[in-house]
T-cell receptor, first 114, second 113 residues
Framework: NAGVTQTPKFRVLKTGQSMTLLCAQD?????MYWYRQDPGMGLRLIHY???????AKGEVPDGYNVSRLKKQNFLLGLESAAPSQTSVYFC?????????????FGPGTRLTVT | AQSVTQPDIHITVSEGASLELRCNYS??????LFWYVQSPGQGLQLLLK??????LVQGIKGFEAEFKRSQSSFNLRKPSVHWSDAAEYFC???????????FGAGTRLTVKP
């Protein structure tokens, strides 16, 4: 049982380049999330999805796009990378239910934009 | 929206000493509260959670936390810290149908030998 996996683990981009981060979960979770983690700021939600084919904006969505074509995958795209997007990106997933459920996190992707 | 404050950015304790990490939240309804731990280079792992009921909750690795509604706090404690507890600790509050979770800025724990 792999849980939540993220690809790639590290990436260096030049300003203006694009890339896609892939998140996959094998727990059959309905909800998936993308966060960024910056020193002194904790985790901030970029986008999330409550089911296949649906996405929604989080706290800091500007400069990112997402897609959830399959239930187990959640993609985060940067169309034109900027140095301000240098960060560690975490994907998470959780089940759906009446109560707020714990989120399961991937190992993270460290992105540097030069 | 809900929010979380962790007043201590960095705490250093000696191995074997007790630990308390502070967490204050802001939320109008009954909160769903979590503590996560992040070891260097790793993702976040759930230590414990509070939804309702007994206000003292037990978690993994010997951690516990106490929910105090009157103080809007959910402090994490451990009676005797081990060197392997050195990590960053995040408090989080959850709400809403979309499982909206807000994290504190984190407290980095250093353990002295």
């Amino acid at each position: 049982n792999a849980g939540v996996t993220q690809t790639p683990k590290f990436r260096v981009l030049k300003t203006g380049q694009s890339m896609t981060l892939l998140c996959a979960q094998d727990m059959n979770h309905e909800y998936m999330y993308w966060y960024r983690q910056d020193p002194g700021m904790g985790l901030r939600l970029i986008h999330y999805s409550v089911g296949e084919g649906t996405t929604a904006k989080g706290e800091v969505p500007d400069g990112y796009n997402v897609s959830r074509l399959k239930k187990q995958n959640f993609l985060l795209g940067l169309e034109s990378a900027a140095p301000s997007q240098t960060s560690v990106y975490f994907c998470a997933s959780s089940s759906r239910g009446r109560l707020v459920h714990e989120q399961y996190f991937g190992p993270g992707t460290r992105l540097t934009v030069t | 929206a809900q929010s979380v404050t962790q007043p201590d950015i960095h705490i250093t304790v000696s191995e074997g000493a007790s630990l308390e990490l502070r967490c204050n939240y802001s939320y109008g309804a009954t909160p769903y509260l979590f503590w996560y731990v992040q070891s260097p280079g790793q993702g976040l792992q759930l230590l414990l959670k509070y939804f309702s009921g007994d206000t003292l909750v037990q978690g993994i690795k010997g951690f516990e936390a106490e929910f105090k509604r009157s103080q809007s706090s959910f402090n994490l404690r451990k009676p005797s810290v081990h060197w392997s507890d050195a990590a960053e600790y995040f408090c989080a509050v959850g709400a809403g149908n979309n499982n909206d979770m807000r994290f504190g800025a984190g407290t980095r724990l250093t353990v002295k030998p």
